[in-house]
């Protein structure tokens, strides 16, 4: 069995990348934009949609 080619001694950031609880609950959600973003993903979907009806 081969032995995988990695750097063992390289220390793992836990910080980096650890997320905290407070962090999610002090969150400021920007909901017109959330939903902005929503209906224009849908908008394009139904747009293209038809488009490829056209085709056939």
Partial sequence: METP???????????LY??????????EIDYENYLN??????RQDFESDILEEDIY
């Fill in 18 to 27: 650890t997320i905290e609880w407070s962090d999610i609950e002090n969150a």
């Fill in 5 to 15: 080619n990695h750097k063992s001694d390289i220390l793992f950031d836990e910080e």
């Fill in 37 to 42: 973003d929503i209906e224009n993903f849908f």
